[in-house]
Structure formats: C-alpha cells, structure tokens
C-alpha cells in the first residue's frame, strides 16, 4: 500500500471512531479516482457495507476522500512546478476544510454542497485530507465542451442569485471576514500571468503577444482593486466559489438538475459577478456568452429581487450590469490561466482521456476560441 493510501484508512477509522475495529465489523472498498479534468489531488471512492445489522445504522456510504497530494495528471501538465504547486494544494485544502467546518450547518435554497465528514490540514501531514459525501452514481459533471446548455446556465443563475440572497441576508452570522483573498496575493498573480504566458508559446501563430497585451488584468493589486470597485459601486459583498467551472458543478444524472457544488478550495469574500463571469466565460461559447449575457444576468437578477421585499433590495440591475464589466479583466486572468491547462490537456497525447484524437483537438481548439474572445473584450475594455 503506497503512502498515500496509507492515509485513507486512518481517515475512515476516524469517521467511523464510534465502530470497533470498522475494518472488520465493515466490508470497505478503497478506490482510486482518476479523473483527467480533476487535476489538482489524489481522490478516492470508499464504498462501506456492514457485516452485520449491529452496525448497519452506522454505515455513510460512498464517501468521497481528497488528499493534498499533486495528482499525476498536474505533474504531467506542469512538470517544473511540483513544489511550488505543493505549497499551493496545502493552502487551498485549508481553506476548503474551513469552508466546510463554518457552514456545514447552514442550508442554502437551491445552492446544494456536499456533506462534511472529516478534514485535517496538512499541518498534520499523517491525517491530511477531506472526506465528504460522494455522488457517483447520482451527479455528474460535465465537460468544458460543448459546455453548459440553455438551461443549465438558467439553473446556475437561479442558484446563484438563491446563495448570494442567503449570503446577504445572514451576513452577520457568518464569518465573511475570515474569507479575504489572501490566496490570491502578488506572488499568485505573478504565478498566473506566468503560467498563462504559455498559452502564447504553445499556439505562437494565433496568440503571439496577446497574453502580454493583456498584462494588466494581472496587476498584482487586482484583489484590493476589485474590492474597492466594489464598495464605490455600493454592492455587497458574498462568499465565491472562486473556482466555479464546469468539472465542479455536479448534475442529477436523472433529472438534470443541479445535484452539488463541489471544490471550495479558491472560496473567498467577494462580488456577486465574479462566480457568474467564471461561468459565462468558460462553460459557454464565444457566440453564446456575447449573445445571451444580458439575458442570463436578468434572469439571476429576476430571480436575486424575489428573496427581498420591493424596498430592501440590496442592487439595481445597472449596478450588476456594471459590476459584470467592473470585474471582467479580474476573474478573467484565473479563466485565461484555467484555458491554458484545459488546452494542454486536450492536446497531451499521453493522459488516459476518453475522447478520440479528432474530438480531443476539436474541444482544444473551442477553448482556444474561448480564451481568444476573452483577450479580444479585455483589450477592448
């Protein structure tokens, strides 16, 4: 048993502490996800079924455990970073242990996140990791490309506008100040913009010098900017998923409806836009998002100004329209990075990924188009 493995049983006989011996009183199967689009840490499915009926009542089956340990996948993507890359996953597994830890109680209509079963940081490198409910089986997420459909953008909107009301409702019960972005400091910023510069070398005849272009949405102050446009727009702020992308947002396989959110490990304090850019500018085409983004914002909007009475609504729709523009280069600088890993990994022939080689390149190049229509609206800007 390797040495990662060797942590998965010590984290299931703590979730199961109140079980004698829970590897023999529970047959339990420990199974190693590989997912290529869940590049970040090694995952396991554990399946538990107890032997007897003595302990039936104990059984929370399947679990879903993450350990802060660069997957293969990361490695083949960014060979040269594995330390750096390290320290990063141990800071990010932090905070979405602390996310869970500080709202596993409360319930968000229509913004569903997995149960919370155990989390050690890697302070404690021999216990590190997180365990949660899993969904296989039930939700599934779906791929960059084609992306999200009509109604699924719908759907996220309406959960958004749900989770961002709650948020704004209870904000003196939460602690929204523990959430700053500090994750994302200069040292990141630079990591981003670096990372991204890639994206250049990589399709020279397409891209040659239009990530530098662009430099600015990489300002190493872009948090402190974005909060201030913020408060001088007179928005409030909200807890962010920071990450929200297609591979983390889990979908009922039967009913099409959104089954979770999942990967709360950029989660931070931030403006009610910043998730609903993330969405448009990487789950839609270039033609859908410039088409349709008035319309989906009016549709969180519509849905946002239902959870208040007519007199206690926090913004006016022109505030939101400005806040999408105000934040546009920000989030956009985590999207272009994000595109720039996505097209290395469609184009790698060696990652175990389903798709044939004609398919694999024709996804590349729609994240392609995607990351060239977010340069052409930031240089516009």
């Not at 502490?17 to 869940?38: D, H, Q, T, Y």
């Not at 750096?84 to 409360?106: C, G, H, P, S, V």
């Amino acid at each position: 048993m390797s040495e990662v493995a060797e942590v998965v049983p010590k984290i299931i006989e703590k979730i199961f502490s109140e079980v004698p011996e829970p590897f023999k009183n529970f047959n339990i199967i420990i199974k190693p996800l590989e997912n290529s689009r869940s590049f970040w840490s090694e995952c396991y499915q554990i399946i538990v079924k107890s032997n007897s009926e003595e302990f039936e009542n104990r059984v929370v089956s399947p679990l879903f455990v993450k350990i802060p340990r660069i997957s293969a996948v990361n490695l083949a993507c960014d060979p040269d970073n594995a330390e750096e890359n390290t320290q990063i996953l141990q800071a990010l597994t932090a905070r979405e242990i602390q996310f869970y830890k500080d709202f596993k109680t409360i319930h968000f209509p229509g913004f569903p996140f997995p149960r919370f079963y155990y989390g050690e940081s890697f302070e404690n490198e021999s216990m590190a990791g997180l365990a949660c409910e899993d969904f296989s089986g039930i939700g599934a997420s779906i791929d960059f490309v084609p992306g999200l459909d009509e109604d699924q953008t719908l759907q996220l909107m309406e959960s958004l506008a749900q989770f961002h009301a709650k948020t704004i409702q209870i904000s003196g019960e939460i602690p929204l100040d523990n959430y700053t972005n500090d994750l994302y400091d200069q040292k990141w910023m630079r990591m981003l913009y670096n990372d991204t510069l890639e994206f250049e070398k990589l399709v020279p005849e397409k891209l040659a010098g239009r990530i530098q272009a662009v430099k600015h949405a990489f300002d190493e102050d872009s948090v402190q900017k974005s909060d201030e446009l913020n408060r001088e727009l007179g928005m409030p702020f909200v807890i962010v998923h920071n990450d929200l992308n297609t591979s983390n947002i889990l979908w009922n396989i039967e009913t099409g409806r959104i089954q979770a959110f999942i990967d709360f490990q950029h989660v931070s304090k931030g403006a009610v836009t910043h998730d609903i850019i993330r969405i448009f500018c990487l789950g839609l085409s270039v033609k859908n998002r410039k088409e349709n983004t008035d319309r989906y914002l009016q549709h969180y909007y519509d849905v946002f100004k239902q959870q208040f009475p007519d007199s206690k609504i926090p913004f006016t729709f022109d505030q939101l329209k400005q806040s999408y523009s105000d934040h546009f280069n920000y989030v956009n600088a985590t999207s272009l990075f994000s595109l720039t890993y996505y097209y290395k990994m469609y184009k790698d022939e060696t990652l175990d990924m389903k798709d044939e080689s004609k398919e694999r390149e024709e996804k590349a190049e729609e994240i392609l188009s995607r990351a060239i229509g977010i340069l052409d609206d930031i240089i516009m800007q």
